[in-house]
């Protein structure tokens, strides 16, 4: 889902990256390769190492979906933080700038789905603004290898829909990929979250888009 706009937007092509699947194209006579890590920070650190030992980068992106940790920040807004927070060992890492934005607040990476109203806003009173599951680990490698990062991530839902849950979390396989059976599940035991869950579709997919063109616009003008 969230590869999906940038695969279209550049015209990227099917690629192998050491075995897994990847794209690849160009932006404005610059290469591009682009893949899904899955989920989680495990998936996301093995799926960075293998790009950056298959490629020569010069700069990684990681562009895709977040959680708000507020009920006023409109779905589809793009979020810059200033640092993103690693929530298992509290390491910040501080994202290359890139495009015209205004980074503030901080961003928390960790592999558990935060869904207590409580711990929301304690995370909240911290300075944190969103919510991820891969980024830490994406700019820890980055960082490792003397690489710059920089990430666009757009919010695609907000603690009071109530639509983030575990249940609905274990919709997806880690990979990203839908799991058909889970779903059917869902619904069978859920009809009538069906039309909560279409608008939490729609406003994930404005969130896959604008992050997309955030991130292009920005390389552009780099």
Not at 60 to 74: E, M, N, Q, R, S
Not at 138 to 153: H, K, M, N, T, Y
Request: aromatic share 4%; glycine share 10%; hydrophobic share 40%.
């Amino acid at each position: 889902m969230e590869a999906k706009p940038l695969v279209r937007r550049l015209s990227l092509r099917k690629t192998d990256v050491r075995g897994s699947p990847g794209y690849t194209g160009s932006l404005d006579g610059r290469p591009v390769v682009a893949i899904v890590t899955g989920m989680g920070t495990k998936l996301a650190r093995e799926g960075t190492a293998r790009l950056l030992d298959a490629v020569g980068v010069a700069h990684v992106l990681v562009v895709g979906i977040t959680g708000a940790v507020d009920d006023d920040t409109p779905i589809g807004t793009l979020m810059l933080p200033e640092v993103v927070v690693d929530a298992v060992t509290k390491t910040e890492h501080r994202p290359a700038p890139l495009g015209d934005g205004s980074p503030h607040g901080k961003m928390w990476t960790g592999d558990e789905l935060t869904t207590d109203l409580h711990v929301v806003a304690e995370l909240r009173n911290s300075g944190v603004v969103c919510l991820d599951m891969e980024t830490a680990a994406i700019a820890d490698l980055a960082e490792q290898r003397g690489i710059p990062w920089s990430v666009f991530r757009v919010v695609s839902d907000r603690p009071s829909d109530g639509t983030a849950t575990d249940e609905v979390f274990h919709l997806s396989n880690q990979d990203g990929t839908p799991n058909g059976r889970a779903v059917l599940r869902f619904f069978l035991r859920h009809p009538g979250r069906l039309p909560a869950m279409a608008r939490f579709a729609k406003g994930a997919k404005l969130a896959t888009e604008n992050a997309a063109d955030a991130a292009i616009r920005a390389c552009a003008h780099a």
